[in-house]
């Protein structure tokens, strides 16, 4: 069964770059055909979509966050990773990594998703 | 920019009630339409893609409908474990763009 894991600091000066890795296991990143995603959700709203990577690194980002995002995939580990720079308090979240449902097409939607990791955002 | 809105924000409803769900999209997206239910303290769990086709392990008293601009999510019989928020995605936008609806919150009575 595909499992995802969300892993990172749970605190983030303003102004810094939070870092977030997903690992997945009971499958392999490389070969497998998926795209993979990073969908965020401030506590008590909704979901908001932030960019999404496929095994040979082609990445797709939410225009909004473009400029400060970066997603990458290391399929030694069986892990990609999330950076998103200068940071504040609006993006205080919690952080779900997940694989997009359709192989090989980017179109479509999030199954499976990690359990999620909160990041806030505060000196 | 694709707006996705749902109906009611919120409703609370009896258990054996029949429970139905709206999720309008700003333009056509055909059937390119997920539903996603969030338990708190949960991750979202996938019930629906395609607009109507059910995920593994969905119970069948989850049902989708719906195209173009108007989608619905019925819960045929509500169980005291379908208290959650409910969400709509679409993902028909290229380049991707996918966005959520602001979500439906149903609670048991």
């Known amino acids: 069964q595909l499992q995802l894991q969300e892993s990172g600091p749970g605190l983030v000066q303003p102004s810094e770059t939070l870092s977030l890795n997903c690992t997945v296991s009971?499958?392999?990143?490389?070969?497998?055909?998926?795209?993979w995603g990073w969908i965020r959700q401030p506590p008590g709203k909704g979901l908001e979509w932030i960019g999404t990577i496929y095994e040979t690194g082609s990445t797709y980002y939410n225009p909004s966050l473009q400029s400060r995002v970066t997603i990458s995939v290391d399929t030694s580990k069986n892990q990609f990773s999330l950076k998103l720079s200068s940071v504040t308090a609006a993006d205080t979240a919690i952080y779900y990594c997940?694989?997009?449902?359709?192989?090989?097409?980017?179109?479509?939607?999030?199954?499976?998703w990690g359990q999620g990791t909160l990041v806030t955002v505060s000196s | 920019e694709l707006v996705m809105t749902q109906s009611p924000a919120t409703l609370s409803v009896s258990p054996g009630e029949r429970v139905t769900l709206s999720c309008r999209a700003s333009?056509?997206?055909?059937?390119?339409l997920a539903w996603y239910q969030q338990k708190p303290g949960q991750a979202p769990r996938l019930l629906i893609s395609?607009?109507?086709t059910r995920a593994t392990g969905v119970p069948a008293r989850f049902s989708g409908g719906g195209s173009g601009t108007e989608f619905t999510l019925t819960i045929s019989s509500l169980q005291s474990e379908d208290s959650a928020l409910y969400y709509c995605q679409q993902y028909n936008d290229w380049p991707p763009l996918f966005t959520f609806g602001p979500g439906t919150k149903v609670d048991i009575k």
């Open positions: 997940a694989r997009h449902g359709r192989k090989q097409l980017v179109r479509g939607w999030f199954d499976p």
């Open positions: 395609g607009a109507s």
């Open positions: 333009r056509s997206i055909t059937s390119n």
């Open positions: 009971g499958g392999s990143i490389s070969s497998s055909s998926y795209y």
